[in-house]
DNA sequence: TTTAGGG
DNA sequence: CCCTAAA
């Protein structure tokens, strides 16, 4: 399937690339307000290959997600730059694609999963895979189809997911969320798990797709540690990890490999087919004829790509807010992971006079959505009431948005989700009664009574694996403790989560990390509850925990914390 | 303000 | 999640 992804590449953790001493305060340096993101649009491959667009390529993106004939081409030599935020002239702007191109285009001949894996294990040698080597092996000996995952190989081998049961049930996934062998109604599931939002979307492919990128890419989470293999999520070794801190990111990339389609499937070259098919043929469906058909809402995450449109006033109001926002964020200590979330970058926001054909006038400042200069009505970021529910689909519309990938679109909207949150709750509340239109369905948010007294606000905001894992990288780099950091690096974007959250989230991880798996029959029981963390992530808490044990947030001159989970791998040097 | 812990 | 003590 050709997919065209941003990929976001940042040169956060450049602190730790130079070895410099970074002290607790280094943090918030101003200096890191400077640290650029840079989006970079690349193609997935049916084989998984990343490619570089090419220029064609981008102007083409919005026709494609428009167009259903609309194809990507084939060549690409460029890797374009999409937008940088902040400023240009970044020195690192490295490239995950490129190396990770360079890592995998080797196999290009045979679309082939097993090529892939091949040489994902040959760049993560070892311990890298450690914990997939059996499935890695397994895909390879059955050329190509894996063993359909079922319960009979999950009793034998650790490496056998399981994906069975209607409420998604990670724990039972030994380590690996299998994508290809669920249902849609499953998918529902595990999509709501990892993006905290339902989705109405039936396409099977589509929803992998999303799953896995929304788990992989590093434009949510940094995808130091955990990657989608074949449709499964794995962790990846410590070494991997480790790279950020010898400045090596170069393989990190290679994570964004996101492997959605080459599988995995029951076969291979079927589902190699169907991925063109959708890529080319139905095209996701945005204007199918069967574009939901009779079906209920808009289904917005169809809807990413409808005909530009001039922006609504909602839209740029939400825009606005979220500007307004980045720019409160205090300095931003570090624009990593806010990804794609710093839509406008604040060094765009110029006024702009303009008289509109009527003339009245408005206000426009340049907004540089996908590099691309925009003018957009320019209003105070103070919302009247509660934007609508699929105020989302209307942001989609939005020409530059086009200009992502349906998966930065569909981030993009996690984020937006989180954004107008909290405060926007407050600030609605504040607003009393008023609309009832407003429907708090939406927020999570309900009034407990508390025992002195009053009602209180409780938002209960159920943790999405993206966060969880954002949680978990946060903690690896900046150690546990340190939460209102790692909350303004992995965080600056979830305005719901605050450092006590995280640091009481990481108390649950923890907890639910060390006790023991309980044996599925048990944990079969149709639990409501909270969704299970998938093993890998909770060794790696384990791991951590254990790391940030013996070796306590030493703060002055080591390093506080980063890197510290080095310590364990001595396949470090290995790479 | 941020952390750490208890509720 | 919330609250609070302590730093």
Known sequence: M?????????????DEENGVEKSSSALSSPKQIADPVIYKLVRVEGDGRLVPATDDELMEVGDFLEDDKSEMHDVADTVQTLGCMCNEGLSSEKTLIESSEGLLKSKNSKVDACKLNARLEECFPSSTLSLKDNHINQFGDTGGVPKPPDKMMESGSSAAAVCAGLNFDFSKLKGEICLDKLSIRELHEVFKATFGRETTVKDKLWLKRRISMGLTNSCDISTTMFMIKDNNLV?????????????????????GTIDVNCKGSPSSIG??????QIGSGKKLRN????????????????????????????YIEELSEVDSRDYSQRLMSSPKNAGLGQIAPRSFARPVRNVLSDGRTVVTRLDSLGGLGVHVPYVSRVRRSRPRKNVMALMHSFPARCQMSQFFAELEKDRQHSVMSRSELEENLRRTQADSSGDNSDDNVVTVPTAKGGMRRKHHRAWTLVEVMKLVEGVSKCGAGRWSDIKRLAFASYSYRTSVDLKDKWRNLLKASFAQAPPDDVMNSRKPTSMPIPEPILERVRELAETNARVPPNLGTSKPTVGSRNSQDTMSGYL
């Open 2 to 14: 050709e997919t065209v992804v941003g990929v976001e590449w940042n040169d956060e953790g450049k």
């Open 235 to 255: 962790k990846k070794g410590d070494d991997e990890g480790s790279k950020d801190v010898d400045g090596s990111f170069t393989h990190d990339p290679s994570v």
């Open 271 to 276: 589902s190699q087919s169907e991925d063109h």
């Open 287 to 314: 204007h199918g004829v069967d574009l939901d058909s009779g079906s209920e809402q808009l289904h917005t995450e169809q809807r990413t790509a409808k005909r530009m449109r001039k922006p609504t006033k909602r």
